[in-house]
């Protein structure tokens, strides 16, 4: 089968050709990239890449397809999401043959239903070593010449986007979970549902204290945390009481605006499978799977807060803890699927706090 040009831009004015095997149109978005070796059907339902220009830095992709689509605890099985977030995905050698057990069509084909582009073909080891030298960039992927107007993800509020509109709840187990939805994981609500939980999944901006709940649950998502001004607030409150708190990812960092800390913007974030934290005070590391763009200043933590993790390969904050409270988060995500589970046991934590109040 031939396949059309296509061409990434990249805000530098670097240019890089390759061949379209997704949905034939143009997109911008900010171009990150990821060093997993698996993992792309629940890389590109992951809500946390919304906006983005995915590049994969594992040269073939596409060889084992992509799964099917049957539903559990009406999730998907198989993705994190119902639908495919990002923008476009760049890779360097693209296959169309696959084959999986569970396999049910080809990447590009599943990339052509969600009308998402996508490039292969081109040399994506420079691509990265661009992102790294000069940091996460905005992009635009042009076919048929059409170019598209810049769009830079981070000044819109991306959560608005993926968050559920409604009240949903899962599972019928002895703990009431309020979850506030600012682009969960569908393995998040998984993970949580094996320990005898009665998940509430709620808006990112419910007024959650209307609700009754032995825990809150605060998940991760795509884009600024700065643009989430609503669940900063709702937790702002929420840290008034004694009710157990756990934040991942993206609510790790609004959890740290709640007790008025700072977060900033990394030069070009973590996204990888193999990420070592250490756990501060211990002689404890762990092997992450991570995904943001964003981190808290450990250095603006105050009172009572305190950090609980950090990043060994940058020192960069990995989580936080109060002292006296049981609140805790991670920036890395201890459900992760495909990859490490080292930190799985941080939802045991979760559920000790709540069962010992």
């Not at 890389?43 to 590049?55: E, F, V």
């Not at 076919?143 to 899962?170: A, C, T």
């Not at 250490?278 to 450990?298: E, P």
Request: with cysteine; net charge negative; glycine share 8%.
């Amino acid at each position: 089968m031939k396949h059309k040009k296509i061409t990434l831009k990249l805000e530098d004015g670097s240019t890089f050709d390759g061949y379209s095997f997704g949905y034939e149109g143009s997109v911008a978005g900010e171009v990150v990239f990821n060093t997993a070796m698996t993992g792309y059907p629940e890389s590109l339902t992951d809500p946390s890449y919304r906006g983005q220009i995915l590049t994969l830095t594992y040269p073939l992709v596409g060889n084992y397809g992509v799964p099917d689509d049957e539903k559990e605890n009406d999730m998907h099985r198989f993705f994190e999401s119902h639908t495919l977030h990002i923008s476009a995905l760049i890779v360097s050698d693209y296959s169309e043959e696959y084959s999986h057990w569970n396999a049910q069509q080809s990447l590009g084909d599943w990339l052509k239903e969600n009308k998402i582009p996508g490039i292969y073909g081109v040399d994506t080891r420079m691509i990265t070593k661009l992102l790294r030298e000069k940091g996460s960039m905005l992009g635009k992927v042009i076919f048929n010449d059409d170019e598209p107007e810049w769009y830079d993800p981070n000044e819109v509020n991306l959560v608005d986007q993926v968050s559920i509109k409604e009240k949903q709840v899962y599972g019928s187990g002895k703990h009431r979970i309020l979850l506030i939805d600012c682009g969960v994981k569908y393995n998040i609500i998984r993970y949580l549902l094996q320990r005898d939980t009665t998940v509430i999944r709620v808006p990112y901006d419910h007024d959650i204290s209307a609700e009754e709940y032995d825990g809150l649950f605060i998940s991760n998502g795509p884009g600024d945390p700065k643009q989430c001004t609503a669940t900063i607030g709702q937790l702002a409150k929420a840290f008034k009481n004694d009710v157990p708190i756990f934040g991942i990812c993206l609510g790790n960092q609004l959890m740290a605006l709640a007790a008025e800390a700072d977060t900033y913007k990394l030069k070009y974030g973590h996204r990888s499978h193999n990420q070592p934290v250490l756990q501060v005070n211990t002689d404890k590391a762990y092997i992450t799977s991570q995904n943001h763009g964003f981190a808290i200043d450990n250095d603006s933590l105050k009172g009572d807060w305190e950090p609980l993790f950090i990043n060994l390969n940058d020192q960069t904050n990995e989580g936080m803890k109060h002292r006296t409270k049981p609140f805790f988060s991670t920036q890395f995500h201890p459900e992760a699927s495909g990859g490490p589970t080292d930190t799985a046991h941080l939802f045991d934590a979760f559920i000790d706090m709540i069962e010992s109040r």
